[in-house]
Every structure is written in C-alpha cells, then in structure tokens.
C-alpha cells in the first residue's frame, strides 16, 4: 500500500516498448528528428491549435522555463501558498528568472482566491518602481491538495491577468488528472479560459520523464529555444522524450491512466469519508487524497505497512485541526492496484473483507 | 553512412531492456532509491575512491554544475578555445554561475597548451581584483578533435592548477573513447592525476540521457544537492538514469562501446589517410576523424550519402588551408557498422569492393 | 511643512563643505587612498572590534550585497513583511543574490516575532532539499514604522540564528535615528547582541550617499572586494564617499542629527497624540511618526500644504482601521526646523499660536 | 608628477561647488526632483534629440546596464580585446545580463578590426542555437590605448551593426576627450554615426561621480527604471548627481576640461617622441599616452617621482617589443598642471630647464 507519491510510481510498459522500439537507428539530435517534429504537431491537434511545444526533463524545468520565458526586471509572480514553484522547488523559478519573486496569495482548497490576488496586484503601480512589477500569474491544475481549478474559476482569474496584462501559467504536473476529472477538452481547460502557458506533465502519469511546456502564442516563445538551451534541457537524444509522449498520447492512454488513477482515488476517498475518526480536508477532485487524522491512528496504519505523507497544514486548515490532527495525503498513480485499495480497507476496517 | 554525431544514435539493446526490466514497481523518488544508492556505490568502486556523484540529464548540465559547484565572484574558468562548453552551449556555464568568464586558451590538437595557460593565469593578480579571479581550468577529455591528452600532459595541467589553487574539471562526454584510447583505469585518467570533478558521460556512448558529476573529494559537493535541485536536474524518477548506467557500467559494455566506436573512427582514418586527396587535421585517438578537404570533393561525398560536419576550422590548421579546402568531422559510435565503414570506403574509393 | 521622507532632505554644511575640502589633489582610487584607509579605521574604533568596512552608494546595494556575501543555493531570507528589502528595493536582494528568496515573517511594530520566525526556520529540514534552505535573517533598526528593536529583542533573534547556523544582519539605514533612541553604544546594539553584518546608513541621516557595510567578523568578507566590484558599486573616487563619513562621524555628528531628527518626531507625535481625530498607529521611537486618521482629515491637511506619505496599512493594524481611516506617515530629518513642526502644530490646531 | 589615471584626480571646483549650492532644501528623491528632470532635459538639448537619460553611480554600472538593456538568452556582446568591459570591470557586464558573453574582437590601436567582426558574427546562425545569438557590439571612444575612432570608423562598425540587427553600445568613459579630439558634436559622435546606447561619463573629467546612461530611442529603454533600482544605481539623492552635471555642462565646462586634459597629454606626448630611448605605441588623440620604453629607463624615472602605469603589452605591439621593453601608460587629465608637464620634461630630459 504505497499511496505516498506518484512519482514513486514508474513507466508503463506502454511507453516502456516505446522507448525500446525507437531505441535503434540514427536521428537528428537536439529535436531536429522526424519524431520529434511530428509529436510536436501532435500536441497542436489536441489542443485544437498551433502551439509552440519544447520538451523538457523535469516539472521544475518546465514551470521555471515558463516563467524565465515572461520574465521582466523586478517582476513578481503570484501563486497560491500551497504552490510546488513556491514550496518545493529549491528557488528554481526565482534563479531561471535570475531574481524574480514568488508572491503567495491565500485560498481555500489549493486554489487562488481571485479577490485576494487582486488585492495583491494592487500594490503594484506603474509609477512605484521600488515594489517591482507583476509578471506572471500561476496556477496549478490539478492544484497541491487534490482539487481542481473549475472552468469558470480559470475564468476568474485570466480575467484579472488581461485586465493586468500578465500572462496566466498554469502548472499541469496532473494536468490529466484535472482533465479526468473534470472532463473537458484540453482546450477548454486552457487556451480557451485564457491560459498563456502550460507545463504538461507526462512524469507523474507514467512516463519516466517527459514534460512539455505548451506555448498557446507561438510567437511569445521565439527566445524559448535559446533559453532552453542556455538551461541545459535541450536533451541530444531529445527523441526520446517524444518517444514518450508518442505512446502516452496513443489513443488517449494519458487520460485512461489519469481516469485509473482518479478512480482510484475516489475509491480511497470513499473508505476515509466512511471512517468517522476522520475526515477529508478537500474533496477528492483529482488523484489525491488528504484527510485530517488523529496522529495516533495515522501512525499505526503506518506501522501496519501504509506509504503515505504527512503533509504540513496549510493554511486554510490549520486552525481546524484538533490537538492531536494532522493531515495525511494519499497520492495514486496510474500503477496503483485494486489490491492496495482492497488493503488500505482493510487496514482502516480493521480486518479483511 | 551516416557519421554526423555520436548523439545521432540510439539506445544500446541493453541499457534498453534495464530500463524496461525497471519499468514496473514503486521507489523512492528524487535519487533516494535502492538502485540510485547501488549505481552512486558503484560509481566509488569504478574510480577505486569514495567519490559524490550527482545524475543529471544532460552534459551541458553536468559541465555547467560542475563550475557552478566552484563558482567564484568575478570567476573566470580556463579551457581550449574549442571546447564544447565555450562553443556549444549557448552560454549555459556562464549562466549557471550567474556570470562567470570563459577564458579560452589556444593550444595544438585541441588540448590547452600549458605555457599559454601559465601566461593567461599571470594576467590575474589578487590585488588587482578589476580582472576577476581565476576559479577552475576545463579540459575535454576526449577533446573536440578527437584527441586525447595523455597522463604527462593531464599532469602539466594539473600542476599549474595546484599552484594557483584552483581545481580541475574534465568534461568526460567522451570519457569512455578516451579511455579505450589510452587503456588506462579511470582512476589514472582522473584524480590520479590532479582532476578534481568530472562530468561522466553516457549519452553519446549509447545511453539515452545518463551523465554524471563526480566529485573526487565528496566534502566539495557539500552544496551540490541544493545547487542540482534549483537547476532542475534532479529528475524525480531518477532511478531510470541509475538503470542506464547500470546496464552500462555492467560487464564493462560502456568500454567495449567505445572500442567498437574507435575501432571504426580508426578504419575511416585510415581509408582517409591512403586517400592523397585529402589529410589529416589531427591525429584519430577516440572516435572523431578529421580531415583537410577540398570543399567540392566533400560536397560530392555528401551529395552520394555521406552524413557528416563542415567543421569550422579552429585556429592550429586555419592557416594551413589552401583556397577551397575545409574541415571535414566524422564521428563513430557504438552503433556503427562495419558495413558503414565499408561503405564509405567504397564511396572513397569510387567504386564498389 | 515636508515630511514625505528623510531622503528629500539634501546634504548637511559640514558634509558638503567636507567634500569640497578634499576635492583637490590626487589620490589612490577604488578604495586605496589614505582617506579611504583613515575612515575604514575610523568604523572599527566606532565599532570596537576590528570590522570590515566597504563603501557603497545606495541603502539597497549594502542590504542586497550583504545577502550575497551571506547568499547559500537556494537561499531564503527571513525578514519583516514590511521590510525594505522585501518592499521597496525591486527585487534587488534577489537578483544580486541569484534568486534566493526572501521569506516575510510577521509581527507587531515592524518587529519580527521570533515564536513566527521559529515556526517558519522549522519548515527548512536538512534532509528536506525541495524547500531551499535558510541563509540568513535581516532586521531593521530603526523599523519601517519608526519603532525600535530593544537590545533583548534582537537578542531573542540572534540567538535563533545562532541554533540555526545562520548570520543575522541589520538593515541600518536609519541606524543613527535607533541608536539616538536607545542611547546605547553601536556595539551594544550590533555585535555584542550577536549581529553579523550591518548596513550602516548615512544617506537619510545628512549625507547625499555614503553607506557602508560592515562585517563584524572579517574574515567572513573574504570575496566581498569582488563581490562588491562586480556589482558595479566599487566607486573610482571613493573617497568621496570617505569624505562625507569623516564629516558625518566628527564629534558625532552623526548623532546630533539623529537626536535633532528624533526629537521633532517627538513633537509631531505629541500634537497627534493631542488630536482625538486621530491616534498613533505605533509609539514613536525614532524619526518616523504613523498615525490612524480619517482620510478626509488627511486630505484636508494635505491640501493646506502638509507634505507626507499615505502608508499601505501594515498586517498588524489594518484590521483596527475604521471605514475611512488611513495611515499616515510623516518623516523628520536632521533638516527638519522648529518653524515646520510649528506650522504642523497649527495646522493641527486650526489657528496660527 | 602623477600621471597614473585620470580618475586619481579630484572634483572640478565649480562641480564641487554646485554640489554645496544644492545642499540644502528638501527635493523628491529617486530622480523625481525639478533638478533631475532639468538636466535630463539638458541632455536631449545637448545631443539635438529626445533622449532618455538615466544617472548612475560608475561606469562599470553604466556599461553593465546598458548591455542589460539590450540582453538576449545566449548574448554574446562583442567588444575590442582591450575593452573595459571585458579586462576591467571584474565580471559586471555577463553579471549584470545573467550570464551573457563578452566575445573579443581584435584590431589595431585599440579599435575594433571591421573585416574581424564580421567573421566573428558569422559564427553565430540562427539555425545553430548552441553558440548563443549576438546582442550588442560595444566600442569604447576614447578608446583604452588613448586614440580616438574616426566617424568613418563609427560608421564601419555600425554598419555592421545593422546588418546584424543588433545594437551598438559606445563606452564612453572619456567621451568627452574623445570629442574634444575630434571636434565634432556630440550628436555627429553618436546617433548620427549608428550608436544606440552611450555611456556618458562625467568621473574622470572633473565630476566625483557622474555617469549617465544615454539612450538615442527612449523607446528602448522603457524597463530601464526597473533595470537600474533592481541594480541598486537608483540614488535616492540622484539630484546630486544631476548637480555634478548641471556644472559639469554648463558655459561648455566639460569640453574645456577634455581639452586641457588632451593638451597636456600632447605635450607629454612631444616629450617623449623627441626622446630617442623610446616610441610611442599609439597616436595621442586623447588624454593618454603609451610609450615603449626599456623597463630600467622606465624604472629609474619612476623611482624619480613619476607616477605611472606599467600597462599589460596589448596584442598588436606586443611582438615588436625588444627584450627589456615595456608599455608604458600616461593619463592627464582637467587637474593636470603645466607645473607637472614640466617637470616630466626636465625628469627626461635628465636636467632642469
């Protein structure tokens, strides 16, 4: 029962044998291969669009290369608190963009609250150069603590970046799990709700790295090459991160793996919501599951063998919480077996079915 | 018969089948698995030392890091004038560093010539800190013309960089062509003779994207986690690039790769060599041959199939050019036949064998 | 009737005739001349212990180029929400620091709260890599809101640095105002209470730019002359800069300004104390003076000429802001005369005395 | 005697002066006051087009800035091999841009080689992405080795310039010697010639410090306020700088001052080309002079009183130097007296006049 991360997870034999297959015979390197340009046009289709597509290593690569691309002297990005650029990226954002600052701003459920980001923009005047200048602002779908950015909620915000005239990121390590969840169109969840900039994440869904920042303008990412490069995460043998891709978009297995996942889930969601010694934290909108606990209890379903993380209370819950609560997430993949499932049961019922 | 690049090729069947064979299960992420902890030992046993080594997936990244990890201000680092880190990298090491100088130094055959090495160090005094300060000497190891320094000559270097206090770097991209070269142990090759950080590299010797930074004093790497992670090369999933080395290092394949890399860089340079209408620019020692060559001889290769590279011409053969001759680089790999190399001898030749 | 703020004020006469005094003849530059030597010494018998002194221009260069002496990979910062360095200085802490983050720590009067500043340390685990790692902790003496640390209270925060491992440095801009508040020796109020670096302002206090940053341990300042150099804040004729602190330090200047400046804040808070329209946001206890009042008032004394700042109202008082009420601020300078703080009075009042 | 460097002088008395006759007062700061505003005025009159202007503390500040300004992912700025910016400002310029290249370009007189620009930017294609991509070309006028660039030359490099599309920035540490040189006005020097970005000192001719970065399309410069606060060169006095030009420009002060700087240099100059037991390595067109000269000569006259610079044999004289021969560096500049020119002829000359 190892529910502490999907990245804990690994590859699916699907984009497994794809890398296998494609493993032989010479190509152009630094994404110049046919591969490369063709899975690159792949992402134009599911996005009902011309975008302009760079492979990249790492989820952190791809949020901080996003943001190095809108980068403006003594610019300040808004993300919610609970934000992996934020919280868990060792200052990537803040050293790609060479200063920029992070700026949290508070909301419940993971997500931004649009007032408050407003409030917060406020203090940036033209005409005040000492407070620096808003240029970016963050989301991050699924969000950190397992829920989901609704449309009209996306809405909310890239209406306030228009009216500002920064651009909205959105941060899609579990974009198909948001997607799953809320079953929409990739277009519908971003371009079309006024997202500038995607990092599509492939890692934590079943590949074994594969992430793509998604440019809706073409023409915003024309520097893109150089600063990717100048990043080191123009791989060689850049083929074979499409490679990935190829298999993980093949017949939307991406969104069937997501879909398991989510199932998954709302399966442990079901078997917590039903145990009166605790209680959610959020709803269950996407492939994490948090839940306030007695730390007593949560440490012996450890000690019986459950792989989970306690997770630091964020602020929209910590006053909530009992003396001796804490908060727990469940995390599933694409890999995680009914028979864990059936197990986490019985753990928290106590006996076997 | 195509010999643009070693990073053209593939994935050795191999180093596939591991990453396969690791597909399935969980682990920890972010190189704290079972398989990261094995390969990083291995790594100690390979140089005969302890020794901190870091995965990162690209050798940009590894040359990168390994002068951030020595980063001074006002760091200036010492390397040929054809080095890859000052040629090819889009400015990634000064980046990295957030600004330090890449000094080049001239020097036959692609190795820095150790007196002109001693005269541009004179030009930095520590009470004239106008000029920055000396921070690293670089040398590539197989170097950018397919040379390879010899132990005396890594000697020569290393001494100048004692005396002055600061550290070596080798950028191993070839490593493994050097070494098959000079059929010494890596530890000879390495600290024994002065280097102080290496960038191992995988990638261009049938890995998909496997490099590591070894430190051959663990205590200089004491940063190196946070420095790794805040550039997004600490990939989650680490394990996968632990799997490539595994396979790699395994039965000693990396080296029998590179054997077979030379082996065939030494058939083309001798099918060259009996040709009178063209030269050799240096000697072949790892899996690079270049060739002085009338441009529209080339060109009439090129145009019958031969993939290969219009070298820039660096500043020791410059002059010995007549009009219409150019540099012509040929580069062998692990995955290149025989029948390529009897190819090209035919197509040399004029006419079949 | 001007109190926007102490740096409208201009040069004092014994600075300015100061600098015309040693405007002839030649001199060593970048630091090496005499005077340069003789007013570096000066700062350690002021100090004393023996200190390393470097002159800068700007308040943000000392504060920005105090973190990058301290600056670590992923690098954060801990300071006041309202402090200069996380307000008003464009980002310049981190963009001379390479994108270290500077993390707000809340608490009353502009003071950070060492329990907040403990809770926030203790989200910084050494095996915990992904959140960067603390550096360093900035306080500001005199505080953005004209309150001054008490000598425990910055005892309280040195000693949390000190069980962490991590330097504390003092934003002094207003460094003068402080110490004419507490009436206590520069030792006493730095290195004896365990402060590491000290950004020593002159600018505000009669100067036009003179300040100077001063490590308490020089050895920790080793790379500081290129560090200093590279920031491009290493003045030719610094001795210009020496100039005006040999000026500024004679028979404590320095000080009487301070006292000067202090004590018409003094004035002005007494008749705003007097005034039941409106009430002191915090006590007065340096040259700045906050006060709670009705817009509409505020409005009203501005239109009769009153020059002042209105104030973004700080965490610990916008929640006691009644519907139209603001804060405002007023600064005194060592050029702020009897006659303003007169005119003030009666403005207050409504009527000339 | 002291001819080491025109920035060992002092200040102009009537700069000085203007500095104590704006001492008092109250302004608005960070370059808001009428001063500032007047004489930035002055420099669109000045230059007979609307410029944007902004004042900074060094020169090291305001090249840096100003290839800031003009940086690009990957940058490479191209300047002489003499240049300042490359061999004297400890690492500012690829500090302040994160990292970009300074590339040297050779040339005689310390001027760059036309035909060697051009085949050093013909190493940079847009479809080879891994040597970065050019963004500026900086000349330094006066140059380093005293001589001037003739418009024509201006003329050649700017061309270039715009076939490349890339900016071209002018150093003009000594703008003011160099104008006086050729006679021209300063418009004819600059835009009119193709320059797009000018540092415009005051320092070594007489101002204490007074840099002022000029942009000929203000356009190009709409960041610039953001650039130079996050870069700590916003002063919050800056109308103290503004002073220093305000008497700087004012009746023509500063050409007077170059031109007596120049004459001076011409009559050592005179002196030494009379003497048979040295040569002059340049022309005198400004306010140095560069002599070869046996280092005992050298040696004894130094050991007599005169004050000089031993300067580091540039490429293009180094070879004809003889065995004990050195260069040697003389700067005169507006402090300059006939009494020192004399006695320098009489220390040659061996005895008094």
């Known amino acids: ?105 508070a909301g419940k459920a993971g997500k931004i609250d649009p007032k408050k980001l407003v409030r917060e923009l406020r203090k940036f005047r033209p005409d005040f150069i000492h407070a620096g200048q808003p240029m970016a602002v963050s989301i991050t779908q699924a969000t950190e603590v397992g829920t989901v950015y609704q449309p009209g909620e996306i809405d909310a915000i890239s209406e306030i970046c228009r009216s500002k005239g920064i651009p909205l990121h959105m941060d899609g390590a579990r974009f198909a799990n948001a997607l799953a969840g809320l079953g929409i ?75 398991s996942a989510n199932a998954k889930a709302a399966s442990l969601s079901e078997i917590l919501r039903a145990d009166l010694r605790c209680r959610l934290a959020w709803e269950t909108e996407a492939n994490e599951v948090f839940v306030i606990i007695d730390e007593a209890l949560a440490d012996e379903w450890i000690a019986k063998g459950l792989g989970c993380y306690k997770w630091p209370a964020p602020e929209d819950v910590v006053d909530s919480l009992a003396e001796h609560e804490i908060v727990l997430r469940f995390v599933t993949s694409f890999a995680t077996g009914d028979g864990e499932v059936r197990r986490f049961a019985e753990l928290v019922r106590g006996f076997p079915a």
Not at 84 to 99: L, N, Q, R, S, Y
Not at 211 to 230: G, H, N, Q, T
Request: some cysteine; overall charge negative.
């Open 185 to 259: 169109s990739p277009a519908e969840m971003t371009w079309r709700r006024g997202v500038d900039v995607l990092s599509f994440g492939g890692t934590k869904n079943g590949c074994w790295c594969a992430e793509a920042m998604v440019f809706f303008d073409p023409s915003a990412a024309k520097d893109l090459p150089y600063i990717r490069k100048r990043a080191a995460q123009l791989f060689s043998k850049t083929r074979f991160i499409a490679a990935q891709f190829e298999a993980y978009l093949e017949g939307d297995l991406w969104l069937e793996l997501a879909r």
């Open 1 to 105: 029962m190892n529910f502490t991360s999907d990245n804990w997870s690994g590859v699916h034999p699907a984009i497994a044998e794809n890398l296998t297959r494609h493993a032989a015979g010479m190509a152009r390197a630094y994404g110049q291969s046919d591969l490369d340009k063709r899975i690159e046009a792949k992402f134009s289709e599911l996005f009902e669009r011309e975008v302009a597509v760079f492979f990249v290593g790492t989820g952190t690569a791809a949020n901080s290369l996003a943001l190095a691309a809108v980068n403006r002297p003594g610019g300040v990005a808004f993300c919610h608190s609970e934000a992996h650029i934020v919280k868990d990226e060792c200052g990537a954002p803040e050293w790609f963009t060479g200063g920029s600052r992070l700026q949290s701003v």
